[in-house]
């Protein structure tokens, strides 16, 4: 499963983002994406995300 899920980001993310995608997926944690508080209407990939897909059903 986590296999699955890091090849689907990588083929989601975009080129100038690959270098540092350690980096970038520690702030998307902290800032967006947070265990207590997720911040769903700010996030860029909402549209995307089986979490908040089941969320909104």
């Known amino acids: 499963m986590a296999d699955e899920t890091a090849q689907q980001l990588e083929e989601r993310t975009p080129d100038w983002a690959l270098q540092d995608r350690h980096f970038w997926l520690i702030q998307f944690g902290k ?3 947070t265990s ?8 860029p990939v909402s549209d995307i995300c089986l979490w908040f ?5």
């Open 31 to 33: 800032k967006i994406c």
């Open 36 to 43: 207590r508080s997720p911040k769903c209407d700010r996030c």
């Open 53 to 57: 897909a089941a969320q909104t059903k």
